[in-house]
Antibody, heavy 119, light 115 residues
C-alpha cells in the first residue's frame, strides 16, 4: 500500500523548534519529489517547501524561508521539515505530499500531523 | 492581488452541473498555465482530481470519474473545474493550484454545497 505518514507534531512555544518527519512506503521514494503543505484550522492550503528527488532543487514559500528547512534521507525513505522560530501563525496541520513542479501533481498525501504554537 | 482567486462558496443541486472558477492574477496567462485541482473533505487530506492547461495537455487523476473535467476561460483568465451530475458526495472544498516562480501556489478554495 502506498503511504505517507507524518509524525513529530505537537505543542511548541513561540520561538521554539520542532522537527517533522514523513515516512514513505509502497512507492519509489528516491525517485519522488516531495513537498510540505500546511493548513491552519478552518483555513485553506498553503504550500511550504519542495525538494527534488536528488535534493539538487529546494524551494520555500516566503512565509517560512529562513525559518524552516526541508531535507530527506532516501536510504530511510523519509522526508523532514526542521522548523525554527515558530510563531502562533504556524499552528496548522502539516502534510507531506509527493510531486510538485509544473508537470507533476501532488498525487499522494499523508494524513497530516498537527502543530500547535502557543505559550 | 492573490496569484489565484476562488469564490469562497458555491451551491448547486444534485444532478446539476457546477463550474468552479479559479482566476489567475493579471500577468499570469491561463493559456500557458497548468492548473491542478484538488478535492478535500472534512477531516481528510486533499485528493488530486485533475490537471488542465489545454485539451492537448491535461491529465485525469487516477480513479477520478469523468464527470470531473477541466477547461479554461481565456476571456476571464480563469481555469474552470466542471462537475457534472452532482452527487451528495461531491460536497467538499475544492482548491486550484499552479506552479509559479518556483513555488506551488494554492487558491483560497471553494466550498461546494450540494443541496
Amino acid at each position: 500500500e502506498v503511504q505517507l505518514v507524518e509524525s513529530g507534531g505537537g505543542l511548541a512555544q513561540p520561538g521554539g523548534s520542532l522537527r517533522l518527519s514523513c515516512a514513505a512506503s509502497g512507492l519509489t521514494f528516491s525517485a519522488s519529489a516531495m513537498n510540505w503543505v500546511r493548513q491552519a484550522p478552518g483555513k485553506g492550503l498553503e504550500w511550504l517547501s519542495y525538494i527534488s528527488s536528488s535534493t539538487n532543487l529546494i524551494y520555500y514559500a516566503d512565509s517560512v524561508k529562513g525559518r524552516f528547512t526541508i531535507s530527506r534521507d532516501n536510504a530511510k525513505n523519509s522526508l523532514y521539515l526542521q522548523m525554527h522560530s515558530l510563531r502562533d501563525e504556524d499552528t496548522a496541520v502539516y502534510y507531506c505530499a509527493r510531486g510538485g513542479g509544473s508537470l507533476v501533481p501532488f498525487d499522494i498525501w499523508g494524513l497530516g500531523t498537527m502543530v500547535t504554537v502557543s505559550s | 492581488q492573490a496569484v489565484l482567486t476562488q469564490p469562497s462558496s458555491l451551491s448547486a443541486s444534485p444532478g446539476a452541473s457546477a463550474s468552479l472558477i479559479c482566476t489567475l492574477r493579471s500577468g499570469i496567462n491561463v493559456g500557458t498555465s497548468r492548473i491542478y485541482w484538488y478535492q478535500q473533505k472534512p477531516g481528510s487530506p486533499p485528493q488530486y482530481l485533475l490537471r488542465y492547461k489545454s485539451d492537448s495537455d491535461k491529465q485525469q487523476g487516477s480513479g477520478v470519474p469523468s464527470r470531473f473535467s477541466g477547461s479554461n476561460d481565456a476571456s476571464a483568465n480563469a481555469g474552470i473545474l466542471l462537475i457534472s451530475g452532482l452527487q451528495s458526495e461531491d460536497e467538499a472544498d475544492y482548491y486550484c493550484m499552479i506552479w509559479h516562480n518556483s513555488a506551488s501556489v494554492f487558491g483560497g478554495g471553494t466550498k461546494l454545497t450540494v443541496l
